[in-house]
T-cell receptor, first 113, second 114 residues
């Protein structure tokens, strides 16, 4: 029941911006978009999340289209340590304040020197 | 954000046995989540554990196979029972970290069943 689609892999040159797209065309109005990354053999690491507005933090920016059917995660200056699998996730609300993250298959980002 | 300690980090187990995975959080949290990540796959939610009540299991997961304990607001265990090779996965616990920090994950338990 994945609600997101992402390209399976991408490449990026070190020092350049990495732009990772995600489609979530069936997202509902109260469902948030989350981004995580997972470096091999480690637990997922939180990057950013948003509902409607664009968001920015020390790691990345999240651009959400006005219709909320897609978003883009931007790593402004990619480094070799940003090589990881990036997951675009929709958080769905359920009865009793019980929320669930629905994970997509992720994009494997390779940052090249 | 919360810090999670998950044990063991990895184990190799014989089929038919059980393994209990522990998750300790450095702060009190209402809900704890248990996930499975099969080889080369994404994460799938197994169950949500609230302190003082029975865990809520997702479709495809049952309490007899994955019993969960939640004795207090900082600790939970997941047991993988009567294991088979198909249970070989990474198991992760997670908590909500508070406003602006999303969800924090443990480093995972890499389980191999032989």
């Amino acid at each position: 029941d994945a609600k997101t689609t992402q390209p399976p892999s991408m490449d990026c040159a070190e020092g350049r911006a990495a732009n990772l797209p995600c489609n979530h065309s069936t997202i509902s109005g109260n469902e948030y978009v989350y981004w995580y990354r997972q470096i091999h053999s480690q637990g997922p690491q939180y990057i950013i999340h948003g509902l409607k507005n664009n968001e920015t933090n020390e790691m990345a920016s999240l651009i959400i289209t006005e219709d909320r059917k897609s978003s883009t995660l931007i790593l402004p200056h990619a480094t070799l340590r940003d090589t990881a699998v990036y997951y675009c996730i929709v958080r769905v609300a359920r009865a009793g304040n019980n929320r669930k993250l629905i994970w997509g298959l992720g994009t494997s980002l390779a940052v090249n020197p | 954000s919360a810090v999670i300690s998950q044990k063991p980090s990895r184990d190799i187990c014989q089929r038919g046995t059980s393994l209990t995975i522990q998750c300790q959080v450095d702060s009190q949290v209402t809900m704890m989540f248990w996930y499975r990540q099969q080889p080369g796959q994404s994460l799938t939610l197994i169950a949500t554990a609230n302190q003082g009540s029975e865990a809520t299991y997702e479709s495809g997961f049952v309490i007899d196979k994955f019993p969960i304990s939640r004795p207090n607001l900082t600790f939970s265990t997941l047991t993988v029972s009567n294991m088979s090779p198909e249970d070989s996965s990474i198991y992760l616990c997670s908590v909500e970290s508070g406003l602006g920090y999303g969800y924090t994950f443990g480093s995972g338990t890499r389980l191999t069943v032989v």
